[in-house]
């Protein structure tokens, strides 16, 4: 069974760079999928940010491309996202997930994913 857990600070002040980790149990992140973020801001949808791959190429949202960044640590099985120049737009819940595709934004494309957790960006 694979697990997927977000980590990372709740409050982020606006200007920052918010960083959220997913530690993945159960199976290596250098398989065959797609190891992606996502958010979902409140009374919005899911929104697809990016994706590192199990060969370490990244694929992020044009949007958010200029601000967003996706590392991964293969020895602690974890990936990690950078947002930065955070404003209350990026205020969300937001997850981490295993899919077999990019710039998927239904849960119904991916097998497995973290609980979510809650980012408020606020001074």
């Known amino acids: 069974q694979v697990q997927l857990q977000e980590s990372g600070p709740g409050l982020v002040k606006p200007s920052q760079t918010l960083s959220l980790t997913c530690t993945v149990s159960g199976g290596s992140i250098t398989t065959s999928y797609y190891w992606t973020w996502l958010r979902q801001p409140p009374g919005k949808g899911l929104e697809w940010m990016g994706a590192i791959t199990s060969s370490g190429s990244t694929y992020l949202k044009p949007s958010l491309k200029s601000r967003t960044s996706i590392s991964r640590d293969t020895t602690k099985n974890q990936f990690t996202l950078h947002l930065g120049s955070v404003t209350a737009e990026d205020t969300a819940v937001y997850y981490c997930?295993?899919?077999?595709?990019?710039?998927?934004?239904?849960?119904?494309?991916?097998?497995?994913r973290g609980q979510g957790t809650q980012v408020t960006v606020s001074s």
């Open positions: 997930a295993r899919g077999r595709d990019l710039q998927r934004s239904a849960w119904s494309d991916y097998d497995y």
